[in-house]
T-cell receptor
Framework: DAGITQSPRHKVTETGTPVTLRCHQT?????MYWYRQDPGHGLRLIHY???????DKGEVSDGYSVSRSKTEDFLLTLESATSSQTSVYFC????????????FGQGTRLTVV | SQQGEEDPQALSIQEGENATMNCSYK?????LQWYRQNSGRGLVHLIL?????REKHSGRLRVTLDTSKKSSSLLITASRAADTASYFC?????????????FGAGTRLAVHP
């Protein structure tokens, strides 16, 4: 799967606890993305990164923060998880060049109880 | 609000028939891409069409793009049961160089043997 690993693959956590999801790539691609997928909404962009320490907000960034200290790792943190953040989270990567495809990880299913 | 909107939301056909899915978007784009998602899996890239292209083919897939109407269509010819999946269009907005992809809500395709 294009050298993308998401961890954990499944997580159940309690409301109010912090949660960090990790995306690791071995492709040395410049761009990395975090999406969430919910029924009826497709994929919605949370945050993305265009380089080490360079990140920007997407459509649904409230309640989420990200960090990218190395090219290969993009972390998504829920500072204080809420039930509305129960979702499937996908990481994606794409190369520096414009007009190129994105490659997706297998997803992390997060349940906040 | 999301950039891309697919139509129909769900499509059910028999094997051998053609399947057509449509996508509309709102802002100027660099390119438009179609992805496929099998149940519970990550997304897989199918085809990319640039803003200066009108039609593109890949195997049984045919994609058209009408930038004046801000719309695209994906045609799958001679469908097979294995084509059963969700299909998403994604647009790369003309936003100054970042490869940010915005997805629609998707079309669920069911192909019956």
């Amino acid at each position: 799967d294009a050298g993308i690993t998401q961890s954990p693959r499944h997580k159940v956590t309690e409301t109010g606890t912090p949660v960090t999801l990790r995306c690791h790539q071995t492709e040395n691609h410049r761009y990395m993305y975090w999406y969430r997928q919910d029924p009826g909404h497709g994929l919605r962009l949370i945050h993305y990164s265009y380089g080490v320490k360079d990140t920007d907000k997407g459509e649904v960034s409230d309640g989420y923060s990200v960090s990218r200290s190395k090219t290969e790792d993009f972390l998504l943190t829920l500072e204080s998880a809420t039930s509305s953040q129960t979702s499937v989270y996908f990481c994606a990567i794409s190369p520096r060049e414009a007009n190129t495809e994105a490659f997706f990880g297998q997803g992390t299913r997060l349940t906040v109880v | 609000s999301q950039q891309g909107e697919e139509d129909p939301q769900a499509l059910s056909i028999q094997e051998g028939e053609n399947a057509t899915m449509n996508c509309s978007y709102k802002t100027s784009i660099n390119n438009l891409q179609w992805y496929r998602q099998n149940s519970g899996r990550g997304l897989v890239h199918l085809i990319l069409i640039r803003s200066n292209e009108r039609e593109k083919h890949s195997g049984r897939l045919r994609v058209t793009l009408d930038t004046s109407k801000k719309s695209s269509s994906l045609l799958i010819t001679a469908s097979r049961a294995a084509d059963t999946a969700s299909y998403f269009c994604a647009t790369a907005p003309f936003s100054g160089g970042y490869n940010k992809l915005i997805f629609g809500a998707g079309t669920r395709l069911a192909v019956h043997p």
